[in-house]
Nanobody, 124 residues
Framework: QVQLVESGGGLVQAGGSLRLSCAASGRTASSYTMAWFRQSPGKEREFVGGILWSGGRTDYADFVKGRFTISRDNAKNTVYLQMNGLKPEDTAVYYC?????????????????WGQGTQVTVSS
């Protein structure tokens, strides 16, 4: 079992920045894939980006490329989502997710572990 706890959400003005953290505990391994998803009211959960624990390869959704960056701290078992240039349309609940294998995929059904989510609100 893997437990995920997100933190760092909040209210920010358009153009501002936030950094989300996802602390993983329990059974983690170098083969794990970590990802960030988001969901706003009335919309499906969508892939934001992800990272491989081993090697650190990342991938991002087109709508965040150049603005968001995912990184990891293996010693702390923590994954980060640095969000810059935030827009009102980035407003959503952001979730951290993990799957016990590769590759890095965008389908939320492929992830078996989820955090509780953290609200990000961007005002115009």
């Amino acid at each position: 079992q893997v437990q995920l706890v997100e933190s760092g959400g909040g209210l920010v003005q358009a153009g501002g920045s936030l950094r989300l953290s996802c602390a993983a505990s329990g059974r983690t391994a170098s083969s794990y894939t970590m990802a960030w998803f988001r969901q706003s009211p009335g919309k499906e959960r969508e892939f934001v980006g992800g990272i491989l624990w081993s090697g650190g390869r990342t991938d991002y959704a087109d709508f965040v490329k150049g603005r968001f960056t995912i990184s990891r701290d293996n010693a702390k078992n923590t994954v980060y989502l640095q969000m810059n240039g935030l827009k009102p349309e980035d407003t959503a609940v952001y979730y951290c997710a993990a799957r016990g294998s590769r590759p890095l995929v965008a389908d939320p059904r492929m992830y078996g572990y989820w955090g509780q989510g953290t609200q990000v609100t961007v005002s115009s």
